[in-house]
């Protein structure tokens, strides 16, 4: 064990390569067989990208935003012994009502998949009278019943914590328009139930970097560590030639994450092989989820890569802290406690 602590369980079987020797001044490095989903992955599927996975069983499990040959994404079930080769199953998650009633989402896309307690949540984001946020809840990922939407539209990444904090369950989320959103900050609700949010918090803006000064969004739930959340989000700038979509990094206090302790002033990692800067969208890479060790401090980062492929990386948790607190410039809005 290193000097930062994860809080969490141990997954000996994360995915895992060593952090090859010519990367010197990076602290997250690709896995060498990426992408490990590529083109054409299931049975009427085009594309799968930007989807989230955790351990389940002896093995692992996830859900998978899979864009379908009529180009309407919805969410798959995919299943995997190592978390890099996946199986996917052929129907879309079969979404309920509480009364067992089906209760299908119009598209879904972007999913996130966070265990609180003893359920597992998927939030994702759907139709509802425009672009806004959907929730499911499973225990055995055999039955998946809608629970009501959190937020009023417009929203997107809506990204749970994995514990409450001071008795409520917490979510981070985007604000946002219908469209393409050229603008965006990351906010915090807090809910006592899942029916009812508020207790809204600023949590961070747009940067004043370059590389993340249109807009930003979260992306893997956050770490516990000894030295707050961990966040791994998105920063999105804009060019001549459209959206530039890299990974960044955060520290959030544990007590009260709407504070940011600690932001990283360059990018993590940014569109640089051929499967992020070549695909459906160009350049994106979208992380949203991650699988750790608490024992060894490994991260495997799960990201979308070029709204076409999923793409892994690799990070150690002394490694990343220390880089984000020796790269950090939090400004008065990162700081303060965000209401107003
Ligand atoms: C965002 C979302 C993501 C997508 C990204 C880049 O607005 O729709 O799903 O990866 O754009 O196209």
């Not at 896995?31 to 599927?45: L, T």
């Not at 139709?127 to 997107?156: C, H, V, W």
């Not at 004043?208 to 739930?221: D, P, R, S, V």
């Not at 709204?307 to 948790?317: E, I, M, S, W």
């Amino acid at each position: 064990m290193g000097k930062i602590e994860i809080y969490g369980i141990s997954t000996p079987n994360v995915p895992w390569q060593d952090k090859p020797a010519g990367i010197t001044d990076a602290p997250v490095w690709r896995y060498s067989e990426n992408p490990i989903i590529s083109r054409n992955p299931s049975k009427g599927i085009a594309r799968i990208f930007n989807s989230a996975v955790m351990p389940y069983g002896d093995g692992f499990i996830g859900v998978f935003r899979g864009e379908q040959t009529n180009g309407i994404p919805y969410i798959y079930l995919g299943k995997s012994k190592d978390a890099i080769r996946w199986e996917f199953d052929e129907e879309k998650i079969p979404f309920k009502d509480e009364e067992g009633n089906d209760f299908m989402p119009k598209y879904a896309y972007d999913p996130r998949l966070v265990k609180v307690e003893d359920t597992y949540y998927i939030i994702w984001c759907q139709d509802f009278y425009g672009a806004s946020i959907g929730m499911a809840k499973t225990t055995d990922f055999k039955t998946f019943t809608r629970i009501e939407n959190p937020f009023l539209p417009f929203n997107r990444n809506a990204v749970l914590f994995p514990r409450k904090i001071k008795g409520n369950f917490v979510m981070l989320s985007r604000p946002s328009d219908s469209g393409h959103t050229p603008f965006g900050d990351i906010f915090l609700s807090e809910s006592p139930d899942m029916i009812y949010w508020g207790k809204h918090r600023h949590v961070m803006g747009k940067g004043t970097e370059w590389w993340e000064n249109l807009k930003i969004g979260g992306g893997a739930a956050p770490i516990e560590t000894s030295e707050g959340w961990l966040l791994f989000y998105h920063g999105v700038t804009g060019t001549c030639n459209g959206y530039v979509y890299s990974i960044g990094g955060a520290i959030l206090d544990i007590d009260n994450p709407s504070i940011v302790k600690y932001r990283c002033e360059t990018f993590l990692l940014t569109p640089e092989e051929w499967y992020e800067e070549r695909g459906f969208v160009p350049n994106v890479t979208f992380p949203c989820a991650t699988i750790q060790d608490a024992e060894t401090g490994r991260i495997a980062i799960y990201y979308g890569a070029a709204d076409t492929y999923v793409g892994l990386a690799f990070t150690q948790v002394d490694e990343i802290v220390d880089y984000i607190k020796e790269h950090s410039v939090v400004n008065d809005t990162d700081l303060e406690i965000g209401i107003r």
